[in-house]
């Protein structure tokens, strides 16, 4: 008999199992990879059902299947079992992820006697960099980054010993013929070839800055005591950086570690996960918020790293030019500030940024989706094949086939064009590697944005190779992505955001829409208040304070945030500004207002910082909001908030967590109110939560609070991103719905 079977099957030591399997059975024949799936041909009537038994018994760790299909009868002419050179095939698949060092090779890692001691590439199959060095599929080493180095005759017996580890471990390698490290000073010269780890250790233990280059990036690395020079040197004054620390035992000192994090701090994708803060220690590296980015090693160098290092956490941060991706070239890393680097010569096939998660409850949501989890798969239930390009900010891409909706990673704010460089890079890879080209594409999906980069990105490929062009409203893929992660087919979607483009040309942002694949009503939303000078309100955060103040005719309160000067421009300007309904700039004004942040100078800024005091604050002010009608739609008014707001006086740090926390519960109960009515009358038995904002855990507390007291079911995220590293994906179902549903209405 002949068997396809498809899902992760490459580069974990499928075909090895296979073959383990097999041999115990006694049965003649062969596995191969075929594309992406692998094939297996058994001569003779075999009994099938016991041999698929006993594979999915043995299973590998990090193998899944998705599906086993009998294409053929028996095969002749194999006297033996074998596992065969991969042919090309189908490629239905994408290869498996970056996948943190294993147990056992922790051990042998740090065994004096085995010929991987200290050995920062050692890995298996079970472990090691996969997508980050992989080229084209099928997975074998010939189409990664590792063919640049030949095996040794040593690791040439483990790849070719069945009953080895090692076998058939496409990136295998040890230290006479794997990549190895070196250490160079700012000049480039070579400080260190023989102990280059050691000599870095010791350098950062002192107080140095260094860059060190890992599977799918690089890092920033220096003791906490460096924050500030770091700030400085790269101009982030308040942004926060990731540590990462020895063990769990390490982090226990600094933050509260729940189960469910432990969980996901030490699952064999290792992201970061951002903890509730415990010590004032991590003050400086994140300024004010009530968490802090933490992860454990992943690789062979982060272990052998503290095995020198004195300190038991660092800072370690994407190491990048400022909104620029990070830097995966040596000759980049060495243009980049810091007094050593400590770079390898393995190529990096694909840029991959450390993943980032915060958990609620046991669900998780990701910020950044990228290594240990991409490419992401998601099934579908449309056939089409549909490239999707996400919107502005922390874009990815998606790509649909056959089923499955395969992601990119996390490629970042295509504000700059080195993005939408990557953008064009990883897409072409993606589907390179789903077997696909541009000109194989059904249709594409982007936001509707006239002036997002995606967009013209799309146009200009749907141009070239004369493919359909959807434009999918912004919070409609915020919903659609939730719809996807929870698997309903409609929602009462809290589409709460920074800002999207809406249907009317204003920029939407605290939404309730009724959501299906094939169409949305938007039944609620946030009051429109004025941006003034437009995308400048963003950043000067002040602006968006004194609006709402003079608008709510306290101009007292409204003065204190502007000189004389301004206020009069910024009185004119308030008059043309363009108009938002978004929730994010009302937490913006609000922190703001309260003196918590007073200018953003990341994404998110003044919200994250907010957080902390909504994490801490109490329901004891009284706040009214009103609600008006605009035709079909009920707005929640924003206004009369900030008139009561400037009612109170706000002097202690208690006194702002309790203001803060009334403030915006009250705004959360009234888009809930108008949700709940909105489920009463269409049957939606479901209200969900999806944006940016929804990244807020104490906001996320609040609406499913008030959601239960209703009697309704809520929906978070849990694989796919909230913010907008899930548009793409939202995207994407809803342009293959749509065109699903027109092919079924011509036929
Ligand atoms: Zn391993
Ligand atoms: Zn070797
Ligand atoms: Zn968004």
Redesign the pocket.
């Known amino acids: 008999m002949k068997i396809l079977i498809s899902g992760t099957v490459q580069g974990v030591g499928f075909r090895p199992t296979v073959y383990r399997v097999a041999k115990s059975q006694g049965l003649k024949g062969y596995v191969l990879n075929k594309g992406s799936n692998v094939e297996i041909g058994i001569v003779g009537d075999a009994a099938e059902d016991e041999f698929l038994d006993a594979l999915q018994k043995k299973l590998p760790p990090l193998a899944v299947i998705d599906n086993i299909e009998v294409v053929g009868d028996s095969i002749e002419g194999y006297d033996d079992f074998r596992i065969i050179t991969s042919s090309e095939g189908k490629k239905t698949s994408v290869t498996p992820v970056d996948t943190a060092?294993?147990a056992?090779?922790v051990r042998e890692l740090f065994d004096e006697g085995n010929r991987r001691y200290l050995y920062p590439f050692i890995?298996?199959t079970?472990?090691?960099a996969r997508f980050s060095v992989i080229e084209n599929v099928p997975y074998d080493r010939i189409s990664t980054s590792m063919h640049d180095f030949e095996m040794c005759e040593a690791c040439h017996v483990e790849y070719k010993d069945p009953m080895d580890r090692r076998f058939h471990a496409q990136t295998t390698s040890c230290p006479r013929c794997g990549p190895k490290y070196t250490l160079y000073d700012k000049e480039g010269t070579v400080i260190d070839d023989k102990d280059p780890i050691a000599t870095f250790a010791r350098l950062i233990d002192e107080g140095a800055l260094g860059i060190a280059k890992s599977w799918g990036g690089m890092h920033l690395i220096g003791t906490f005591d460096q924050a500030a020079r770091i700030r400085e040197l790269y101009g982030r004054p308040s942004k926060p950086f990731a540590v990462m620390c020895r063990d769990l035992d390490a982090i226990a000192q600094y933050a509260e570690v729940t189960e469910a994090e432990e969980q996901v701090l030490t699952s064999t994708q290792r992201p970061i996960v951002l903890l509730t803060k415990k010590s004032d220690e991590l003050s400086a590296i994140s300024p004010v918020l009530s968490t802090v980015g933490v992860y454990v090693p992943y690789s062979g160098l982060h272990y052998v790293l503290f095995y020198y290092l004195h300190a038991d956490g660092v800072i370690m941060t994407s190491a990048n030019r400022s909104g620029e991706p990070m830097t995966v070239l040596n000759e980049e890393a060495l243009n980049l500030k810091a007094d050593y680097f400590l770079l390898h010569n393995r190529r990096i096939v694909n840029r991959l940024d450390d993943s980032v998660v915060r958990c609620y409850h046991d669900q998780k949501f990701f910020l950044r989706k990228s290594r240990g989890f991409t490419p992401t798969t998601v099934k579908i239930t449309y056939t089409e094949r549909i490239l999707s390009l996400g919107a502005m900010e922390n874009v990815s891409s998606s790509i649909s086939k056959a089923g499955t909706v395969y992601t990119s990673q996390y490629i970042g704010s295509t504000f700059h064009y080195p993005t939408v460089q990557f953008l064009a890079a990883g897409t072409e890879h993606m589907l390179k590697l789903l077997g696909l080209s541009a000109a194989d594409v059904d249709a594409i999906g982007v936001d509707l944005h006239p002036r997002y980069p995606t967009q013209r990105y799309g146009k200009s490929l749907a141009e070239e190779h004369q493919i359909d062009l959807v434009e999918v409203q912004h919070h409609w893929a915020h919903a659609a992505s939730l719809m996807l992660d929870t698997g309903v087919d409609e929602v009462v979607a809290l589409a709460v955001d920074g800002t999207g483009y809406g249907t009317d040309r204003k920029a939407w942002g605290g939404e309730i829409l009724c959501s299906r694949y094939d169409s949305f009503d938007r039944v609620g939303s946030l009051e429109d208040i004025p941006l003034i000078g437009g995308e400048m309100a963003i950043k000067d955060i002040r602006r968006l304070a004194f609006a709402f103040l003079a608008l709510a005719g306290r101009d007292a309160e409204a003065a204190r945030f502007a000189t004389e000067k301004e206020a009069a421009i910024m009185a004119k300007l308030m008059k043309q500004a363009p108009k938002t309904s978004s929730f994010g700039r009302v937490l913006d004004a609000l922190s703001c207002y309260l003196g918590i942040c007073q200018r953003m100078t990341y994404d998110g800024e003044p919200a994250m910082k907010l957080e902390r005091y909504l994490a801490q604050g109490k329901p004891a002010y009284e706040f009214e909001t009103a609600v008006e009608r605009h035709n079909d739609r009920k707005v929640v008014r924003t206004l009369p908030l900030f008139e009561q707001l400037a009612g109170y006086r706000i002097q202690t740090e208690r006194e702002k967590a309790d203001v803060a926390y009334s403030f915006v519960n009250t705004l959360v109960t009234g888009l809930v109110e108008i949700a709940a009515e909105a489920c009463d009358k269409t049957g939606i038995p479901a209200i969900g939560i999806t944006g940016g904002v929804s990244y807020d855990v104490p906001i996320v507390r609040m609406a499913e609070t008030r959601v239960n007291e209703k009697g309704l079911t809520f929906l978070t995220h849990d694989k796919i991103p909230n913010g907008d590293g899930g548009i793409s994906i939202g995207q994407n179902a809803i342009v293959g719905h749509l065109r699903n549903g027109d092919k079924g209405k011509d036929t």
């Open positions: 060092i294993c056992e090779c890995n298996c079970s472990c090691g």
